[in-house]
């Protein structure tokens, strides 16, 4: 059986649109002729990763769509779009508004959207792989799932309704994503215990609280992976790491299985990210005086502070430290401060003398001596370079 009969067998079995690409010939359409533009080209062109041989992504409005490269052949296949949830008026005026497309289409949208199967993000990936095996003749890997470049998660559900956690605002929202930028596990646990809210407290996003949270999460690993991307941890495990996040989501009935997924995403990719920012030394000596720093942070601290802590000779443990990492420990010191110094400039809004206070530095004009050494810019120039 050809591969032109094959895809027509499947979208008539499955409903789910596919389109075959052959570099600039006319592509082989099954289902995707109901609406123009092509909604899952779309999003292949602008979001999907070209180096994967198969992946998917998941839009905000719960758009799924995938693509799979044919072996040894410029042929691409690309699967999609099928919900992952119900599509509303609000989530058509979104999509319309992506696609550049007049508001008045909105009927039209749901309408086709509507007769398209439903299908949750593991069934869509399984669905994917199913076709990668068919189609490649059983060579391949499974699909990646690749986060979507959306912005806010916490503040709104999928659906933009009301707030996750009714007190939760944009600038603790950057203050959780910095945590898992920066690795910074102890601040990170500190939010975490203060927004912990009851089961009871958490709205409905949709017409069913399992899906709706499911959808949550989903979206929250998303914007997760790309704040761990950004501080420094590698892209094949991030990759990993979401998809396995989202492979168990998926196999949940009750919300109270799901309730602690949150938490545990957050913590798994904040600590991964720590370990990549974390001094490349196998030496214990090197790691307690590095925990030692980390759990000191907030406080003056000097290397006799810290051999003192260890009991051990700090003469010593100065020089073992700087045979062991090329620094001194004053200068690992004021560059682990210095990162959380970064941190705090990007999330909050705390004024620059009440930063370097916290942190224990001994005066304003030091930490701005230490910041631009380690910067090659002053705490105010950073603070607003982030604005433009």
Request: glycine fraction near 4%; charge should be neutral.
């Amino acid at each position: 059986m050809d591969k032109y009969t094959l895809l027509l067998k499947f979208y008539k079995a499955t409903k789910i649109p596919v389109q075959l690409l052959y570099e600039d010939k006319q592509p082989h359409d099954f289902g995707t002729d109901f609406f123009h533009p092509n909604l899952a080209a779309g999003i292949f062109n602008s979001v999907l990763d070209g180096d994967q041989d198969a992946c998917y992504t998941v839009s905000p409005e719960h758009i799924l769509c995938g693509y799979i490269k044919i072996k040894e052949t410029p042929e691409v296949l690309i699967a999609g779009p099928v919900m992952a949830s119900k599509c509303t008026p609000e989530k058509a005026q979104k999509i319309l508004s992506s696609m550049n497309q007049p508001a008045n289409r909105a009927d039209e949208l749901l309408s086709w959207l509507d007769a398209l199967p439903d299908c949750t993000v593991r069934q869509f990936g399984d669905i994917l792989n199913f076709l990668n095996c068919i189609l490649n003749d059983g060579i391949g890997n499974d699909a990646v799932y690749i986060p979507y470049p959306s912005g806010n998660i916490l503040i709104s559900s999928p659906d933009s309704g009301p707030s996750f956690i009714e007190h939760l605002d944009d600038t603790l929202e950057k203050q959780l994503l910095s945590c898992i930028e920066y690795g910074n596990i102890g601040k990170l646990q500190e939010i975490l215990t203060e927004i912990n809210v009851p089961n009871s407290k958490v709205p409905l996003f949709a017409h069913d609280a399992v899906r709706s949270y499911k959808n949550f999460l989903i979206h929250a690993a998303g914007i997760v992976s790309r704040a761990a991307l950004r501080g420094g941890l590698d892209s094949d495990t991030t990759y990993a790491l979401v998809g396995r996040y989202m492979r168990q989501i998926e196999t949940y009935d009750r919300y109270s299985d799901m309730s602690p997924v949150f938490n545990q995403m957050l913590m798994d990719f904040t600590r991964r990210t720590a370990k990549c920012r974390s001094i490349p030394s196998n030496s214990p000596i090197v790691t307690k005086i590095n925990k030692v720093i980390q759990a000191h942070l907030y406080e003056k601290l000097t290397p006799t502070d810290i051999s003192n802590q260890l009991q051990m000779n700090c003469s010593y443990l100065c020089r073992y430290f700087k045979q062991n990492t090329g620094m001194t420990i004053t200068e690992y010191i004021n560059k682990v401060k210095i990162t959380e110094c970064m941190r705090l400039l990007e999330s909050t809004e705390l004024p620059i003398s009440q930063i370097y206070t916290q942190l224990g530095f001994s005066s304003q004009s030091y930490m701005q001596k230490v910041f631009k050494k380690i910067a090659g810019v002053t705490p105010l120039e950073y603070r607003n370079n982030l604005k433009h």
